[in-house]
């Protein structure tokens, strides 16, 4: 794992973007694991904006997204369906038929989570997923106590997230879905590589429990200690309460693998 920190929100939600863009430019015909959620609207906006002004492609480009809300209809403007569209698939030239939902009014939910990791499997599985970090901690919605090992299945909600989500449903937790079909850790593990974007302060605690912390699976975003290929792009706010910051600091600056991006190349 590595922690790289920018030092704003803006920068970082840009420099997440030009991974992912650099990533498809690299292989048109990417198989990309995709995030809903207030962090990655402003990388949405970069990603569609590349597409406008610098002619990303999507034509080729497959997506699978972490989770569904159950119960919720695609044209339901709190669906995750909703959001992907809104945010980034009206705005770049993606097929649709390539981009792909666990569906959460499906009448049969566990054969739905059985075929979504078909699904995934058939594509060749995921080559970068991109992951936010909810306040208790989980990854897509691996709530505390998923199972490491964990694969595409039902799940409810902790009041935690209930809380943290009730923002889009008009403030009322009462509106939010008590369960979801998520991605299981262990399914997520499984992408060539990880990128993870933190940002603001609310988030500083859980995001040194889940890159510092021993790995535990009340918080399931420590799983990603263990993939092979996993960045976490943060900004100052999400960083404060990282011990190694200038460990981290000094490897954006000095790594060359992030070459390309300090000096405007990618
Ligand atoms: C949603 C998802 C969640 C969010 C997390 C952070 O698809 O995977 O794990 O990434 O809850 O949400 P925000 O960005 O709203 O703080």
Request: hydrophobic share 35%.
């Amino acid at each position: 794992m590595e922690v790289i920190i920018r030092p704003t929100t803006e920068e970082a939600c840009l420099l997440t973007a030009r991974v992912i863009a650099r990533e498809l430019r690299d292989k048109p015909s990417l198989v990309l694991g995709l995030a809903t959620g207030g962090t990655m609207e402003r990388v949405y906006a970069h990603l569609a904006q590349m597409h406008r002004e610098d002619g990303l492609d999507f034509s080729l480009c497959r997506t699978f997204n972490l989770d569904e809300y159950i119960g919720l209809t695609p044209e339901d403007t709190h669906s995750y369906r909703h959001y992907m569209n809104t945010h980034l698939f009206d705005h770049v030239n993606i097929d649709i038929r390539n981009t792909h939902l666990p569906h959460g009014t499906a009448e049969d939910l566990n054969a739905e989570c059985q075929r979504y990791e078909a699904l995934i499997r058939e594509c060749g599985g995921i080559d970068l997923q991109l992951l936010g970090i909810g306040q208790d901690g989980h990854i897509g919605f691996n709530e505390p106590l998923s199972a490491l090992f964990s694969r595409t299945r039902q799940k409810a909600l902790t009041p935690t997230t209930i809380t943290q989500n009730a923002c889009y449903f008009g403030g009322d937790p009462e509106q939010v879905p008590r369960r979801a079909i998520t991605m299981g850790v262990g399914t997520i593990l499984e992408c060539d590589r990880c990128l993870v974007l933190v940002t603001g302060d609310r988030k500083a605690d859980i995001l040194a429990k889940a890159v510092e912390g021993p790995a535990t699976a009340m918080v399931t975003a420590t799983a990603t200690q263990f993939h092979a290929h996993c960045s976490v792009i943060v900004d100052e706010g999400a960083a404060t309460s990282l011990r190694e910051k200038e460990y981290y600091r000094w490897l954006y600056d000095n790594e060359p693998e992030w070459a390309v991006f300090r000096e405007g190349r990618a």
